[in-house]
């Protein structure tokens, strides 16, 4: 495990009855980021999305901080939510304000997804 955090949602009270929103986490191995919602840690089968790290653009990594602001006028809210990620249509998962690492695949698709250190991850992301 290259890089691992994880924290509960501060909003998952009102989604008692979804468990599947109760935890957000990053996680990073020698293959793949998963990021996103789980019971337990993230689930890229219902609520999380896995990336490998072979399609993962290592020039477009980007860093940034959101504010409520930022996040209602961006996405409409948070979750998981469509939006503007560097400047196309991409996919955010925001369960809080903060920081966020924005990514995008080879393949032209992008992503937002919080983070509890950004630069750190960065950093995990942009080794060969």
């Known amino acids: 495990m290259r890089y691992r955090e994880d924290y509960f949602v501060p909003w998952s009270p009102l ?4 468990p599947f929103f109760f935890r957000y986490g990053v996680l990073v191995d020698d ?3 998963i990021f996103g919602y ?7 089968m219902l609520t999380a999305k896995r ?12 860093t940034g901080d959101a504010t409520w602001k930022d996040n ?5 809210g948070w979750g998981i939510r469509l939006g503007s990620v560097h400047g196309k249509t991409g996919w955010a998962y ?3 304000n903060g920081g966020f690492v924005e ?5 032209g ?10 630069q750190k991850l960065k950093e995990v992301l942009s080794r060969d």
């Open 38 to 44: 789980g019971c337990t840690e993230p689930n890229p």
């Open 51 to 62: 990336i490998p790290l072979k399609d993962i653009e290592k020039t477009k990594i980007t």
């Open 72 to 76: 209602l006028l961006g996405f409409g």
């Open 15 to 18: 989604v008692f009855f979804i």
């Open 109 to 118: 698709s992008a992503y937002r997804f919080n983070s509890v250190d950004p």
């Open 103 to 107: 990514l995008e695949l080879k393949n």
């Open 94 to 96: 925001n369960p809080t």
């Open 31 to 33: 293959n793949d980021l």
